[in-house]
């Protein structure tokens, strides 16, 4: 629903642009006095590099595209556009910062290398959306068959040389109301009357998908063909491509390129409201994975151990431990509660180092007990990897202070081909778990397990608690 006013919009555009560029051909070719055109080699290169780069940026985005969907109409978007641009770069922008007059080469080749990247467009307009069988094996082969059609195309035209005719003479001028219509040798205005129709199709074919899958960057390549085929039937009346003149076909195929740009930008922008809506999701999971596996359990035991009490009122048969594991289940949901509250408010670039300290002091001074850090500041990890390390030290220290009665705890992080996380304590050594059943200590082991790490814990009566975390290399961040 977000997306169909944009794309209706898309709609009115293709229409109105097709309406506007038809209007002007008109006015151009039939009123004497409408004149629009500038002898400009400087102003060519301008619009050869614009067309160079836009189309290099809209090939990059639909290869990323293409990585997503497999669908063999991306594919051959990508080719188009490689082709295209490539053939602004290597055959018009390259040999026209040379100086020289339009020679040959200069005509042939961007010519013959933009009906093939239009043939390549037309047929990414009807080609079904089913994804390919291979897609890395087939971007290969796409990408190496655009290169050596490029490179056949450069060596033919090389090799005919002088044998090739002379595309448009370059002296005659589209100024005044004599300027010619129609003129140039006949296989150069055929291909431009094929590259027309090719681009008309093509326009058809992707508003029809923009419409049907409701695709706006479909919808923006359409209001670029619609100014591409104008573009060749501007070309058809003066071909000012193949000259220093820059004509309204030059325009409109910059025009082209700009709708690009635009359906480029605004695909990032839907990437980005996508990458966005997609981190808050995975957000409202974690909260609700940590919310279930510690406050919830605590909470469900508390409801069940009163609900049980409140079954017998009348005898009086309450025990001192029936209390005591309450309190220290309430206890516990208390800290679930606030390491929550923790995690939303703790900026998403906080250091490791700091964010063990400010857990470790914030439960240590709970006790009391006193707290030493021995940590590398240089230790960077995801903001996952961070949280579940800082739940695992809360945890630790909770363990030794509250069920070992540990009054020092020493915290120790370092990082050379593992990351390794201990905490040591001076308490009576592990006694007994944080609940029955182990909760606390099942708890860090899973942390420690999610991030393919290893936990391990070590203990002797009188001789304090080591509980330590070893986690693999790649959680590590530079």
């Known amino acids: 629903m977000r997306r169909e006013r944009p794309l209706a919009a898309t709609r009115g555009v293709v229409i109105w642009t097709a309406a506007g560029a038809a209007l002007a051909t008109v006015l151009i070719s039939v009123l004497p006095s409408v004149d629009f055109a500038y002898n400009s080699r400087p102003l060519h290169v301008a619009i050869e590099t614009a067309a160079s780069i836009i189309g290099l940026l809209a090939a990059y985005l639909l290869l990323g595209r293409f990585r997503r969907s497999g669908s063999l109409s991306d594919l051959l978007l990508v080719a188009a556009f490689v082709l295209l641009a490539a053939t602004n770069l290597c055959f018009s922008t390259l040999p026209a910062l040379s100086g020289g007059p339009p020679g040959r080469f200069e005509t042939w080749s961007p010519v013959v290398g933009r009906l093939l990247g239009a043939v390549v467009i037309a047929a990414a307009a009807v080609s079904p959306t089913h994804r390919v069988r291979a897609p890395n094996r087939d971007l290969l082969v796409t990408l190496g068959g655009c290169g050596a059609a490029l490179a056949v195309i450069a060596g033919g035209v090389a090799l005919l040389g002088e044998r090739l005719p002379v595309g448009i003479d370059p002296n005659i001028s589209p100024e005044g109301s004599e300027r010619p219509r129609i003129v140039g040798?006949?296989?150069?205005?055929?291909?431009?009357?094929?590259?027309?129709?090719?681009?008309?199709?093509?326009a058809v074919g992707f508003a029809t998908r923009a419409a049907r899958a409701t695709d706006e960057l479909m919808g923006w390549i359409a209001v670029g063909c619609v100014l591409a085929a104008s573009a060749r039937l501007n070309y058809f009346l003066f071909p000012s491509l193949y000259s220093d003149w820059v004509y309204t076909g030059d325009f409109l195929r910059l025009g082209f390129y700009l709708a690009l740009l635009v359906g480029a930008l605004r695909e990032i922008h839907t990437y980005q409201e996508q990458l966005a809506a997609a981190a808050t999701l995975e957000e409202r999971h974690r909260i609700a994975r940590d919310l279930h596996d510690g406050l919830a359990q605590e909470l469900a035991f508390v409801s069940g151990e009163t609900r049980r009490l409140a079954e017998t009122p009348g005898k009086f048969d309450i025990r001192a431990d029936d209390l005591k594991r309450l309190s220290a289940s309430a206890t516990r949901a208390l800290d679930e509660s606030r390491d929550a509250i923790a995690s939303l408010i703790t900026p998403a670039d906080e250091r490791l180092d700091v964010a063990l300290a400010r857990a470790a002091e914030e439960v240590a001074g709970r006790a009391p007990a006193s707290v030493t850090m021995d940590a590398a500041s240089t230790v960077h990890v995801s903001p996952d990897a961070r949280d579940a390390l800082v739940r695992i030290v809360r945890e630790a220290i909770t363990n030794a202070t509250r069920h070992g009665g540990a009054t020092a705890v020493k915290i120790t992080l370092s990082a050379a081909d593992s990351l390794v996380l201990s905490i040591h304590d001076n308490g009576r050594g592990l006694q007994r778990s944080a609940r029955p059943g182990g909760f606390g200590l099942m708890s860090m082991r899973q942390r420690a397990q999610q991030l393919d790490g290893d936990f391990s814990i070590g203990?002797?009566?009188?001789?304090?608690?080591?509980?330590?975390?070893?986690?693999?290399?790649?959680?590590?961040?530079?």
């Not at 040798?185 to 093509?202: K, P, S, Y």
Request: aromatic letters at 2%; glycine letters at 16%; zero cysteines.
């Open 459 to 478: 203990s002797s009566p009188g001789g304090g608690t080591v509980v330590e975390v070893r986690l693999p290399g790649r959680v590590l961040r530079s």
């Open 185 to 202: 040798n006949a296989t150069l205005l055929t291909i431009q009357v094929v590259g027309m129709l090719l681009f008309a199709g093509a």
